[in-house]
């Protein structure tokens, strides 16, 4: 879209006010592919989630790409937005879910990292099409990204299905075999699978031999996602207040300090700053394509080293100081004549550079990863799904008013305001999220003050015992 937007303007004699709402649109349609995506993924399975999710990113980039008219380019936004919400609520999930603790940062940090990388795909779609006819070019840049869900529909279907879900149909057996080949040990992948079934409720012992027990011990119990939202939000205990508020809290403020404004329309930026041509905006644009995905290698690979905590306190600092930096110099060349600002656009370059490079070091891709891991496993994926919710309209409200805020308060003023963020951001991290790293996700629950082991996001603990005693009779 960063590219796509210069030339869709020209073709299709749209507005500015038309290009923001197009641009910001998906993040508010993608709440329906996550809201929805909780309750799929607890019916059909986190694998199958995946599929759909393809199947809907390859319908929507073709909707686009062929798009006549404003209308129908607006409902292909509208098509690939529910793919959008699908895959950031499952991706980290499943990935969360099948990852052993030791490498689990490591490996949930993955889908931050290939997005980065189809970031990155798309600047370089925007600069090597952008030669073409008007007509084309944008139409080329949407058409191109019909080829990765092809790929991805493909591989997601040689993976195998999240132990944690199997297990919460009851089929244990199922289960054990993923977790023995997902696991550093065979002793690991045991101590795995009971921590799994002890916090769902499962006693110890059954299902070992028969799954069959389990799964008529488990038709009554709810394993497809009923009442999970009074769980969530109308009756959650303290400790899921807890983590709602730290997970919705994280989410918020990685999309209000305004990367995704950067990220959309760093084009308009650089042409602020000095560079005029579409040709050297683009590849400074694709510059902040490679930074991003370059620096995110460092959390990937830092994540289950030196922790979560660490790395999000200091992405938090070097973004506030990049976006002070960013607003500093863009504010000194709106104070200058034309063309006496050429060492400017040098240190307003090098601050976006240092704000995605320090947004991709924590930020980015750790609001998943923690999010993915602090939510009990009865309220993972629906909670992980207001989490995805609470991002995608924040980024909405982002993007579709960076150009009527940058109108209204310049550039330097709207920088100023994300800096502000990104430093309440900071403070939010410090006091409220506690370490995760080396923890079982059966065990992060303790961090909040649950009392992790059996799922205690129930507020009615009345029935457990009745629930344990009718599977311990079913296996006699």
């Given at each position: 879209?960063?590219?796509?937007?210069?030339?869709?303007?020209?073709?299709?004699?749209?507005?500015?006010?038309?290009?923001?709402?197009?641009?910001?649109?998906?993040?508010?349609?993608?709440?329906?592919?996550?809201?929805?995506?909780?309750?799929t993924?607890?019916?059909?399975?986190?694998?199958?989630?995946?599929?759909?999710?393809?199947?809907?990113?390859?319908?929507?980039?073709?909707?686009?790409?062929?798009?006549?008219?404003?209308?129908?380019?607006?409902?292909?936004?509208?098509?690939?937005?529910?793919?959008?919400?699908?895959?950031?609520?499952?991706?980290?999930?499943?990935?969360?879910?099948?990852?052993?603790?030791?490498?689990?940062?490591l490996?949930?940090?993955?889908?931050?990292?290939?997005?980065?990388?189809?970031?990155?795909?798309?600047?370089?779609?925007?600069?090597?099409?952008?030669?073409?006819?008007?007509?084309?070019?944008?139409?080329?840049?949407?058409?191109v990204?019909?080829?990765?869900?092809?790929?991805?529909?493909?591989?997601?279907?040689?993976?195998?299905?999240?132990?944690?879900?199997?297990?919460?149909?009851?089929?244990?057996?199922?289960a054990?075999?993923?977790?023995?080949?997902?696991?550093?040990?065979?002793?690991?992948?045991?101590?795995?699978?009971?921590?799994?079934?002890?916090?769902?409720?499962?006693?110890?012992?059954?299902?070992?031999?028969?799954?069959?027990?389990?799964?008529?011990?488990?038709?009554?119990k709810?394993?497809?996602?009923?009442?999970?939202?009074?769980?969530?939000?109308?009756?959650?205990?303290?400790?899921?207040?807890?983590?709602?508020?730290?997970?919705?809290?994280?989410?918020?403020?990685?999309?209000?300090?305004?990367?995704?404004?950067?990220?959309?329309?760093?084009?308009?930026?650089?042409?602020?700053?000095?560079?005029?041509?579409?040709?050297?905006?683009?590849?400074?644009?694709?510059?902040?394509?490679?930074?991003?995905?370059?620096?995110?290698?460092?959390?990937?690979?830092?994540?289950?080293r030196?922790?979560?905590?660490?790395?999000?306190?200091?992405?938090?600092?070097?973004?506030?100081?990049?976006l002070?930096?960013l607003?500093?110099?863009?504010?000194?060349?709106?104070?200058?004549?034309?063309?006496?600002?050429?060492?400017?656009?040098?240190?307003?370059?090098?601050?976006?550079?240092?704000?995605?490079a320090?947004?991709?070091?924590?930020?980015?891709?750790?609001?998943?990863?923690?999010s993915?891991?602090?939510?009990?496993?009865?309220?993972?994926?629906?909670?992980?799904?207001?989490?995805?919710?609470?991002?995608?309209?924040?980024?909405?409200?982002?993007?579709?008013?960076?150009?009527?805020?940058?109108?209204?308060?310049?550039?330097?003023?709207?920088?100023?305001?994300?800096?502000?963020?990104?430093?309440?951001?900071?403070?939010?991290?410090?006091?409220?999220?506690?370490?995760?790293?080396?923890?079982s996700?059966?065990?992060?629950?303790?961090?909040?003050?649950?009392?992790?082991?059996?799922?205690?996001?129930?507020?009615?603990?009345?029935?457990?015992?009745?629930?344990?005693?009718?599977?311990?009779?079913?296996?006699?």
């Amino acid at each position: 879209m960063s590219g796509a937007q210069l030339f869709m303007k020209q073709d299709l004699k749209i507005t500015d006010t038309q290009i923001e709402i197009l641009a910001g649109i998906i993040n508010i349609y993608s709440l329906v592919g996550s809201l929805a995506a909780g309750r799929t993924s607890d019916w059909i399975g986190r694998r199958y989630t995946m599929v759909l999710a393809a199947a809907i990113f390859f319908a929507g980039a073709l909707i686009m790409g062929l798009a006549p008219s404003y209308a129908v380019l607006m409902l292909g936004r509208f098509v690939a937005g529910v793919g959008v919400g699908y895959a950031l609520m499952i991706a980290p999930v499943y990935t969360a879910e099948v990852a052993p603790t030791s490498a689990r940062g490591l490996l949930t940090s993955f889908p931050e990292v290939f997005i980065n990388t189809g970031v990155l795909l798309g600047y370089v779609s925007n600069y090597a099409f952008h030669g073409l006819p008007v007509h084309l070019s944008w139409r080329v840049m949407f058409l191109v990204g019909a080829v990765p869900p092809v790929f991805l529909a493909l591989g997601v279907l040689a993976m195998p299905e999240s132990p944690r879900w199997l297990v919460m149909q009851g089929r244990i057996g199922d289960a054990r075999r993923v977790l023995s080949k997902t696991s550093d040990s065979p002793a690991e992948a045991e101590e795995r699978l009971a921590d799994i079934k002890k916090a769902i409720g499962i006693p110890e012992g059954v299902g070992d031999n028969n799954d069959d027990v389990v799964v008529v011990a488990l038709k009554n119990k709810g394993t497809h996602g009923e009442g999970v939202w009074r769980d969530l939000l109308l009756r959650p205990t303290p400790p899921v207040r807890r983590i709602l508020i730290a997970c919705l809290g994280l989410q918020f403020f990685q999309q209000a300090s305004g990367i995704d404004s950067v990220v959309l329309y760093s084009p308009r930026v650089f042409q602020k700053a000095g560079l005029q041509s579409d040709n050297n905006s683009l590849g400074a644009t694709m510059a902040v394509g490679a930074c991003k995905t370059l620096f995110i290698l460092v959390a990937t690979f830092f994540l289950d080293r030196v922790g979560r905590r660490p790395l999000l306190l200091t992405s938090a600092g070097g973004m506030v100081v990049s976006l002070v930096t960013l607003a500093s110099a863009l504010h000194a060349i709106d104070r200058q004549p034309a063309g006496q600002a050429t060492p400017l656009a040098g240190v307003s370059i090098a601050a976006v550079l240092a704000f995605v490079a320090s947004f991709s070091i924590g930020m980015g891709p750790i609001a998943w990863v923690y999010s993915s891991e602090i939510f009990p496993l009865r309220l993972r994926a629906q909670g992980c799904a207001l989490g995805t919710a609470m991002n995608r309209i924040t980024s909405g409200a982002i993007t579709m008013s960076f150009i009527s805020l940058y109108k209204a308060i310049t550039f330097a003023g709207s920088f100023y305001v994300y800096a502000g963020i990104a430093a309440a951001g900071w403070v939010f991290m410090f006091f409220f999220l506690p370490e995760t790293r080396g923890r079982s996700l059966e065990d992060t629950e303790k961090l909040f003050g649950g009392g992790g082991g059996q799922d205690s996001s129930r507020e009615d603990e009345g029935d457990a015992p009745k629930k344990s005693t009718e599977l311990t009779s079913s296996q006699q």
